[in-house]
């Protein structure tokens, strides 16, 4: 497995153009905590926003029939915005690329740059299907890439921490070819098998793939301090 981390930026400054009305009235987009494209087309995510309660409103309540349901909870200097809508084409696309060859996004995917117009992605999945979503994104909006990396998810204490359901909806995804490239099967094949609702489906595999990453990734700066640590000092060449 491969890991990759890189930066997209829209051509025409903006990803949505509900996104745009909220930037106008003042609202600054932090990060995204998580993505899911439903069935239907429509989106739910959860994003880290900064700005006035009023003007969130105000901006989503004119974007008309794009926006289903939304819900604001405040934190400690943020809000966080949790959104149904019907994205644009260009999102739609983009979610589109990473959904067919299967890769998966590491959580959370930061703003930055100027007026946080570029979003930061981190992904791992294999070396193929990593390059055939690079490709196929370079189509659509500039991206820079900043880090290449392996990535070994061979540690079984990752999935000491599932529980047993998502042990078990974790394997009947990998045996049904959820995990392969392209990808065999959808949510309702899954749940056909495990007798749930797609959604169930859905948020049991984000659940475990948010656990299995974190684990993962803090467990390899683990190994990593320490291959530091042993790494004897410099030789001195014989001349």
Do not use: W
Not at 74 to 84: G, S, V, W
Not at 88 to 109: K, M, Q, T
Not at 152 to 166: G, H
């Amino acid at each position: 497995m491969r890991s990759v981390t890189y930066t997209l930026t829209p051509t025409r400054g903006y990803f949505d153009r509900g996104a745009e009305r909220l930037r106008e009235r003042g609202v600054t987009f932090e990060s995204i905590l998580d993505i899911d494209r439903l069935e239907d087309g429509t989106i739910i995510t959860q994003k880290v926003v900064r700005g006035d309660r009023t003007a969130v409103r105000e901006a989503l309540e004119e974007t008309g029939e794009a926006v289903v349901d939304y819900q604001l909870t405040d934190t400690d200097r943020t809000t966080i915005l949790q959104l149904h809508y019907r994205p644009s084409e260009l999102v739609d696309e983009l979610l589109g690329i990473h959904h067919r060859h299967a890769v998966l996004l590491d959580y959370p995917l930061a703003y930055i740059g100027p007026e946080n117009r570029s979003l930061r992605v981190a992904e791992i999945g294999r070396e193929t299907a990593l390059r055939r979503v690079l490709e196929e994104t370079r189509a659509l909006v500039d991206v820079e890439i900043e880090r290449l990396g392996n990535y070994d998810p061979s540690e079984e204490r990752a999935f000491a921490d599932l529980t047993e359901r998502q042990r078990e909806v974790l394997r009947v995804a990998i045996e049904e070819g959820y995990y392969e490239e392209p990808r065999q099967v959808t949510y309702e094949d899954i749940a056909g098998r495990l007798d749930c609702s797609t959604g169930t489906v859905g948020q049991h595999l984000r659940r475990i793939e948010a656990r299995l990453m974190s684990t993962l990734v803090a467990g390899n700066e683990r190994c990593s301090e320490t291959d530091r640590d042993r790494d004897p000092a410099p030789s001195r060449s014989v001349r």
